[in-house]
């Protein structure tokens, strides 16, 4: 039976676990919080005592955490417990975790001389995506590991993108697909508040963006939270947008490219946050609503 095994059992991480797990991986898996590893064990997954135990039954590790910090301290430890120094020669790190482009370039280059190979994957798809194993990855990798590990990537990911070979390149493309999700994200909450304030209904006017040039996924899953009034507990939390901004603006002042519309994206969300530090992206939507007095409702 194939191995793999999953750092970060949450929205995204319990997703593909699931979907590791129903196309015949036996899968281990690790998380800090216990109801997650309950609900990884009702599954069928193999609980993990921490990391490194992960790293030691896996050929295949998905790292589905938040931050760059978080990766290296499962990817390295203090030394001889993370997982990198458990796991066999030939095996794979696949990190979908959304990090700096240059923390996956150092995370590459301390992988280097390990005989753990790295494929720099992050994906887009979120909640629905996961859960449905219908991700898009942006894979970098070697192709001979890209091949190797093609039975693991498809069973989490309707469609993969070879986007490059070092690392860094997965984690670029992703700052880059930020920055157009975030400002569409953005227009969308402003246009449903100056909708509400005129007097649309949220029913007429999702049915005419969603027929019209403008009609696309990022803006109807937006707006249908909206007009449902659905603010929390969907998948999409405000927290993981606002950090990928903050990747996709550091790397924009590191090439020297303005980002007019990212940036203005990212003091929503930051607003958004700041407000409802619980919220998930849509919430965004409240505060400008809170300002004139109108919210929009199906």
């Not at 407000?275 to 409240?286: F, I, M």
């Amino acid at each position: 039976m194939m191995r793999a095994g999953v750092i970060g059992l949450g929205d995204m991480g319990s997703g593909l676990a699931k979907n590791l797990l129903q196309n015949s991986f036996e899968t281990t898996g690790f998380d800090l919080d216990q109801n997650r590893m309950d609900a990884f064990a009702a599954m069928g997954g193999v609980p993990a005592q921490d990391a490194s135990e992960v790293g030691q039954n896996a050929d295949f590790v998905f790292v589905m955490v938040m931050t760059g910090g978080q990766a290296k301290s499962v990817l390295f430890g203090d030394g001889d417990d993370g997982i990198v120094s458990q796991m066999a020669t030939g095996s794979t790190v696949i990190l979908t975790a959304t990090i700096k482009p240059n923390e996956a370039r150092e995370i590459g280059e301390m992988m280097q001389g390990t005989g753990v190979n790295l494929i720099d994957s992050p994906v887009s798809g979120g909640f629905p995506g996961a859960q449905g194993g219908t991700l898009t990855m942006m894979a970098a990798g070697k192709p001979d590991v890209m091949a190797a590990c093609a039975p693991a990537m498809n069973a989490v990911s309707s469609t993969i993108h070879h986007v490059g070979e070092e690392a860094g390149m997965g984690q670029t493309v992703k700052a880059c697909l930020q920055t157009l999700i975030g400002s569409i994200f953005s227009a969308t909450f402003e246009a449903s508040v100056l909708a509400a304030k005129a007097g649309v209904s949220g029913e007429v006017l999702h049915k005419v963006f969603s027929t019209s040039g403008a009609g696309c996924g990022v803006m109807s899953t937006a707006l249908e939270n909206i007009i449902d009034r659905k603010f929390e507990n969907t998948g999409s939390h405000i927290a993981t947008m606002h950090k990928d901004l903050t990747i996709s603006l550091a790397l924009a002042e590191e090439m020297g490219v303005p980002m007019h519309m990212a940036t203005t994206a990212m003091q929503l969300f930051h607003a958004g946050k700041t407000k409802y530090p619980a919220g998930d992206n849509w919430v965004v939507t409240r505060v400008i609503e809170e300002i004139v007095g109108a919210e929009l409702h199906r």
